[in-house]
């Protein structure tokens, strides 16, 4: 949320702060009474426009009770409650304020995630397959345990924050002097620093690593999807898990067959006389070649169907079918006895032999005869 925030977006917030604090959801928890306290005191300053406006314009100096110079007199509340405003708007809005609380640096966290491909052909995509895929990514240092320090070292104490990872600053506002915490510039918020670092990770406690992993590819994967190989990206801190690696599936074309969705397509050349007369083809399937009868009179274009001849459906039972596309392929260059042939079966042909010629001229004919 940012700070020009609207009352209804306050109002929001306050109320999932409220439900997350709220005695009656944390029974005995003297912490959560405190935060909910807190929550109020914030909501109330809020809420009040002359207040609000101080927030707007300064951030939490503008209300904070630590101020030598502030309204109620040097050092006093002006909204008569001993809180910390800073930490109380750093809760309500996310951190934006400056205030004590933040991300604790000590605290485990979850690695990033790491993107890696991998290629496979039409076949593999269609079947499924194993492929080993090799891929980068950010290890915790095993001769340090990922704390940075060489070995036999310990981690000592920040000096310059007491290993609170925080140190209190003074900012001169208009409404006088504010203390404030930030993180240590020292220790970066751990609150220890490293006095020998490790050698392999020179004090990282993190090392770049290449690493391969076998992964099964399931039958029926497209192009673009991914894989998703849970704990394999980069390895989290303080103990956190590590990141998931995924892995994106690249198809290779293939030079026969066209896929549309889980089936396949394909285009078969035959001769004007297979076609005329029907003819028993070969057709090429995923499973090897399977015979067909091309009927009598197979016009150009004409498709059919071999069932469960497709692609695997990704994880489910079943296959796509695989539609064949009939193209009739016409001789470029003939010999003087094929040209011979060919004009006597066309003076023994009929207008019957072509109905869709016939059909079409009398179209014109009618047009013209109509103009």
């Not at 949320?1 to 005995?28: C, F, T, V, W």
């Not at 209300?63 to 008569?80: H, L, R, T």
């Not at 920040?158 to 506002?173: A, D, E, F, L, S």
């Not at 459906?313 to 094929?338: A, C, F, W």
Request: contains cysteine; aromatic residues 8%.
């Amino acid at each position: 949320m940012q700070r020009g925030a609207s009352d209804d977006e306050i109002k929001k917030a306050y109320r999932a702060q409220a439900k997350k604090y709220h005695p009656d959801l944390n029974p005995g928890n003297k912490e959560a009474e405190a935060k909910f306290k807190e929550v109020n005191e914030a909501y109330e300053v809020l809420s009040d426009k002359d207040k609000r406006a101080r927030y707007d314009r300064f951030g939490f100096a503008g209300v904070d009770p630590n101020f030598n110079a502030g309204y109620g007199g040097p050092g006093g509340n002006p909204f008569g409650a001993d809180i910390d405003l800073g930490d109380i708007f750093n809760s309500f809005f996310g951190g934006f304020g400056g205030g004590k609380t933040g991300r604790n640096q000590n605290a485990p966290r979850r690695g990033s995630d790491v993107e890696a491909s991998v290629t496979i052909s039409f076949e593999e995509a269609a079947m499924g397959c194993k492929k080993d895929v090799t891929y980068q990514n950010v290890d915790t240092c095993k001769d340090c345990s990922g704390t940075g320090a060489a070995k036999g070292t310990q981690l000592k104490s920040c000096p310059n924050c007491n290993g609170t990872g925080q140190v209190m600053v003074q900012k001169r506002t208009p409404f006088g002097m504010v203390h404030t915490s930030q993180t240590c510039d020292k220790c970066r918020g751990k609150g220890k620093i490293i006095e020998k670092p490790c050698p392999t990770c020179s004090g990282a406690g993190r090392i770049r690593t290449s690493k391969t992993v076998s992964v099964t590819i399931p039958a029926g994967i497209n192009q673009d999807q991914v894989l998703n190989i849970s704990g394999h990206g980069h390895s989290g801190y303080n103990g956190g898990a590590a990141g998931d690696l995924n892995i994106y599936v690249n198809v290779k074309k293939h030079d026969i067959f066209e896929r549309k969705g889980d089936d396949v397509w394909c285009e078969f050349p035959i001769t004007f006389s297979q076609a005329a007369l029907g003819h028993e083809i070969e057709v090429p399937t995923l499973d090897g070649k399977v015979r067909y009868k091309v009927h009598p009179g197979t016009q150009p274009g004409d498709i059919f169907k071999l069932k469960d001849k497709g692609i695997q459906h990704l994880n489910m039972k079943g296959r796509g079918d695989q539609y064949v596309r009939i193209t009739i392929e016409v001789p470029r260059s003939l010999s003087t006895k094929q040209k011979e042939i060919l004009k006597q079966f066309d003076q023994a042909s009929s207008s019957s032999n072509y109905p869709k010629g016939t059909s079409f001229f009398d179209r014109i004919k009618k047009r013209e005869k109509n103009q």
